[in-house]
């Protein structure tokens, strides 16, 4: 059995359908990450687990116990919330001590449990200082610490990372994988940036329009998403509408714009409409004539460790994206032959609108 | 590009804040001076009334008298228990204020600053009618047989808490909303999450970030009630004085105006301290939340 389980959650808000038939089963100690754009529902979801919303529909399950209806003091879950929520007139020490004051644990006991996990967040010389004399950096780890050191059942982040700048957001994203990986606590991350929860998961849970969308781990997730929502939410890709002409040898044909383009076999019949997807990391650049397909350079971007290029082709534009290891002499306008193995594109069910 | 170095720039902010400069001085500072300047004249029937020579003689009798110090008593008693009742019911009352949504907040809000809209002599009024002994209120308690004799309201200290504590609980509402304004609204749910039930995080959690809003409400409150004139003139009366009605009488009924300013100033001075004491109290205490 999982040790946390959502079973057929459902929340609706009047006639709002903010979460529909969520299933979600996540192992001990597993990091899974709930993705997805504004209003897919994963806060709500979140805020369910959590307690503070009170699902519609379906049984939540912690450790094999229904917490569904359990008041959320009494869930014993460590949340570290997007504005950090810390009490600002506390002192650091204070603000960590808060939870195991509530549990009654002694003072000696407590007073260890503190300090043991301000160091383990790098802020032991910080424990008398006020949150407000903190950056957002600093506050943001008493907030995990906060929520750490009752030793939660589950540990619930909500878009914890947001509030940061770039640069130290990924030293965060370290810290929270290592601090998560020690303690071993089974955490659940709401976030709708795909790198943030790609590097810090074992396993996405991809949302869209209050229901799980996909759920698998970052790289297989990456490169076999099940449709486009999934495909062009993690990551970029060049997707056309085609259909299925032929299959034989392991190999089917696709009929794109009159073009006939070749993928690996699905389960798809013949004559079902799909969508052509190829990632731009996966398309070289060869001498015209000689790859699928040819086109003209509209216009190339550099980034520093790579290049975009935008390429204009007869069946529509492409995104190619190189990586700058050695010079890239192409010009824009001029005209180049993109190729790509058929085992990495991707054939997926059209979205029915 | 030094600004300030060019000299019209230098005169220009007193140039520009002049006229509300102007009327501060000549509508407030010159009253004020001239209050304090009236307070130690002395006042002699038979030399014509007020004499301008400067003696502390007001000062010393009224402090030196008991009959003063039982109006001084009773007007920062009035105003200690007008502020703690309108601290206990107005900081609750914007708390669930706060919590409201939609047409019910609105709703409820008007009927908070519904008393801020009457002339304090129409509403103290309106209390005489509810609280006389063939009142509103006592004749409905005599009515269902709550009680056999009227109950006595008008000229009464309760009366008079009564309807200052109506007046006054919209500022301490205002303040306190303010403040609540501010409050991080996953505050309560992270004190729920660490186990805490939902009286402690009011308690402990949400109370003393609302500090500074209780704080003003209540400075606010003290001393509009310590100054407060109609309310207490009305439904306290003559016997039931407060300082700010003695000032009145001292001026118009006696005619001994030094003695009516050396009392005016004596509460200005007695607010000015109680209020900057009780301000640096709070602050120390709960520095934190005043960042």
């Given at each position: 059995?999982?040790?946390?389980?959502?079973?057929?959650?459902?929340?609706?808000?009047?006639?709002?359908?903010?979460?529909?038939?969520?299933?979600?089963?996540?192992?001990?100690?597993?990091?899974?990450?709930?993705?997805?754009?504004?209003?897919?529902?994963?806060?709500?979801?979140?805020?369910?687990?959590?307690?503070?919303?009170?699902?519609?529909?379906?049984?939540?399950?912690?450790?094999?116990?229904?917490?569904?209806?359990?008041?959320?003091?009494?869930?014993?879950?460590?949340?570290?919330?997007?504005?950090?929520?810390?009490?600002?007139?506390?002192?650091?020490?204070?603000?960590?001590?808060?939870?195991?004051?509530?549990?009654?644990?002694?003072?000696?006991?407590?007073?260890?449990?503190?300090?043991?996990?301000?160091?383990?967040?790098?802020?032991?010389?910080?424990?008398?200082?006020?949150?407000?004399?903190?950056?957002?950096?600093?506050?943001?780890?008493?907030?995990?610490?906060?929520?750490?050191?009752?030793?939660?059942?589950?540990?619930?982040?909500?878009?914890?990372?947001?509030?940061?700048?770039?640069?130290?957001?990924?030293?965060?994203?370290?810290?929270?994988?290592?601090?998560?990986?020690?303690?071993?606590?089974?955490?659940?991350?709401?976030?709708?940036?795909?790198?943030?929860?790609?590097?810090?998961?074992?396993?996405?849970?991809?949302?869209?329009?209050?229901?799980?969308?996909?759920?698998?781990?970052?790289?297989?997730?990456?490169?076999?998403?099940?449709?486009?929502?999934?495909?062009?939410?993690?990551?970029?890709?060049?997707?056309?509408?085609?259909?299925?002409?032929?299959?034989?040898?392991?190999?089917?044909?696709?009929?794109?714009?009159?073009?006939?383009?070749?993928?690996?076999?699905?389960?798809?019949?013949?004559?079902?409409?799909?969508?052509?997807?190829?990632?731009?990391?996966?398309?070289?650049?060869?001498?015209?004539?000689?790859?699928?397909?040819?086109?003209?350079?509209?216009?190339?971007?550099?980034?520093?460790?790579?290049?975009?290029?935008?390429?204009?082709?007869?069946?529509?534009?492409?995104?190619?994206?190189?990586?700058?290891?050695?010079?890239?002499?192409?010009?824009?306008?001029?005209?180049?032959?993109?190729?790509?193995?058929?085992?990495?594109?991707?054939?997926?069910?059209?979205?029915?609108? | 590009?030094?600004?300030?170095?060019?000299?019209?720039?230098?005169?220009?902010?007193?140039?520009?804040?002049?006229?509300?400069?102007?009327?501060?001085i000549?509508l407030f500072m010159i009253p004020l001076i001239m209050t304090l300047m009236l307070s130690f004249y002395s006042y002699?029937?038979?030399?014509?009334?007020v004499?301008a020579e400067f003696s502390f003689t007001n000062y010393?009798?009224v402090?030196?008298?008991?009959?003063?110090?039982?109006?001084?008593?009773?007007?920062?008693?009035?105003?200690?228990?007008?502020?703690?009742?309108?601290?206990?019911?107005?900081?609750?009352?914007?708390?669930?204020?706060?919590?409201?949504?939609?047409?019910?907040?609105?709703?409820?809000?008007?009927?908070?600053?519904?008393?801020?809209?009457?002339?304090?002599?129409?509403?103290?009024?309106?209390?005489?009618?509810?609280?006389?002994?063939?009142?509103?209120?006592?004749?409905?308690?005599?009515?269902?047989?709550?009680?056999?004799?009227?109950?006595?309201?008008?000229?009464?200290?309760?009366?008079?808490?009564?309807?200052?504590?109506?007046?006054?609980?919209?500022?301490?509402?205002?303040?306190?909303?303010?403040?609540?304004?501010?409050?991080?609204?996953?505050?309560?749910?992270?004190?729920?999450?660490?186990?805490?039930?939902?009286?402690?995080?009011?308690?402990?959690?949400?109370?003393?970030?609302?500090?500074?809003?209780?704080?003003?409400?209540?400075?606010?409150?003290?001393?509009?009630?310590?100054?407060?004139?109609?309310?207490?003139?009305?439904?306290?009366?003559?016997?039931?004085?407060?300082?700010?009605?003695?000032a009145?009488?001292e001026y118009?009924?006696?005619?001994?105006w030094p003695l009516g300013a050396a009392i005016a100033v004596l509460l200005l001075v007695a607010n000015v301290?109680?209020?900057?004491?009780?301000?640096?109290?709070?602050?120390?205490?709960?520095?934190?939340?005043?960042?």
């Amino acid at each position: 059995m999982s040790f946390l389980r959502l079973e057929g959650l459902v929340k609706r808000f009047d006639d709002f359908v903010a979460v529909e038939g969520m299933n979600l089963n996540v192992e001990k100690g597993e990091f899974v990450s709930l993705l997805g754009p504004s209003g897919c529902g994963k806060t709500t979801t979140l805020q369910m687990i959590a307690g503070f919303v009170t699902p519609t529909q379906g049984r939540i399950l912690i450790n094999n116990q229904d917490v569904t209806h359990l008041k959320p003091s009494k869930r014993n879950l460590g949340i570290v919330f997007q504005s950090y929520a810390l009490f600002h007139h506390m002192t650091i020490f204070d603000n960590v001590a808060f939870g195991l004051k509530m549990r009654k644990i002694d003072k000696v006991e407590s007073d260890e449990r503190v300090r043991e996990i301000l160091s383990l967040v790098h802020l032991k010389d910080f424990a008398h200082r006020y949150p407000r004399e903190l950056s957002g950096g600093q506050q943001q780890r008493v907030a995990l610490a906060r929520a750490m050191v009752i030793r939660p059942e589950v540990l619930l982040l909500d878009e914890p990372l947001s509030a940061l700048d770039a640069k130290i957001r990924e030293d965060m994203q370290t810290e929270l994988r290592s601090i998560q990986r020690t303690l071993g606590t089974t955490t659940i991350l709401v976030t709708h940036d795909q790198s943030e929860a790609m590097a810090l998961s074992d396993r996405v849970a991809v949302m869209n329009k209050a229901r799980l969308a996909q759920i698998d781990k970052p790289f297989a997730l990456y490169e076999h998403p099940r449709d486009s929502f999934v495909t062009e939410f993690l990551g970029k890709s060049n997707v056309f509408e085609g259909s299925i002409k032929d299959a034989n040898d392991g190999l089917s044909s696709i009929d794109v714009s009159g073009l006939n383009l070749l993928a690996n076999n699905t389960d798809h019949t013949i004559g079902q409409a799909v969508d052509f997807s190829i990632r731009p990391e996966k398309i070289r650049f060869v001498a015209q004539g000689k790859g699928v397909i040819d086109g003209t350079i509209s216009s190339r971007i550099f980034l520093g460790n790579q290049w975009v290029f935008q390429v204009e082709t007869s069946i529509g534009e492409f995104s190619v994206v190189s990586l700058n290891t050695s010079h890239i002499d192409i010009d824009q306008g001029s005209v180049v032959g993109l190729d790509w193995t058929p085992s990495e594109v991707r054939l997926l069910t059209r979205e029915v609108a | 590009m030094n600004t300030l170095s060019n000299p019209v720039n230098q005169v220009r902010p007193y140039l520009l804040s002049s006229p509300a400069l102007l009327l501060y001085i000549g509508l407030f500072m010159i009253p004020l001076i001239m209050t304090l300047m009236l307070s130690f004249y002395s006042y002699d029937v038979d030399r014509g009334g007020v004499v301008a020579e400067f003696s502390f003689t007001n000062y010393v009798e009224v402090l030196s008298d008991s009959y003063f110090h039982g109006i001084f008593f009773r007007t920062f008693a009035l105003s200690i228990a007008v502020t703690v009742l309108c601290v206990l019911l107005g900081t609750p009352e914007a708390y669930i204020l706060h919590r409201m949504s939609g047409r019910w907040k609105s709703i409820c809000m008007l009927a908070i600053l519904g008393p801020l809209l009457v002339s304090v002599v129409v509403r103290t009024l309106g209390w005489a009618i509810l609280f006389g002994s063939k009142g509103v209120i006592n004749e409905s308690l005599l009515a269902i047989g709550v009680i056999d004799t009227p109950i006595k309201l008008m000229f009464t200290n309760t009366g008079v808490i009564i309807a200052l504590v109506h007046v006054l609980v919209p500022f301490m509402v205002l303040s306190v909303w303010a403040s609540l304004q501010k409050l991080d609204p996953m505050i309560e749910n992270a004190g729920l999450s660490l186990g805490a039930s939902p009286f402690i995080v009011l308690r402990q959690i949400v109370v003393p970030q609302i500090m500074p809003g209780i704080l003003s409400g209540s400075l606010i409150v003290f001393a509009l009630t310590a100054s407060a004139f109609a309310t207490p003139s009305i439904l306290g009366g003559r016997r039931l004085k407060v300082v700010a009605t003695t000032a009145y009488d001292e001026y118009l009924g006696t005619l001994n105006w030094p003695l009516g300013a050396a009392i005016a100033v004596l509460l200005l001075v007695a607010n000015v301290i109680i209020i900057t004491t009780y301000n640096k109290f709070i602050e120390r205490k709960y520095s934190q939340a005043f960042k």
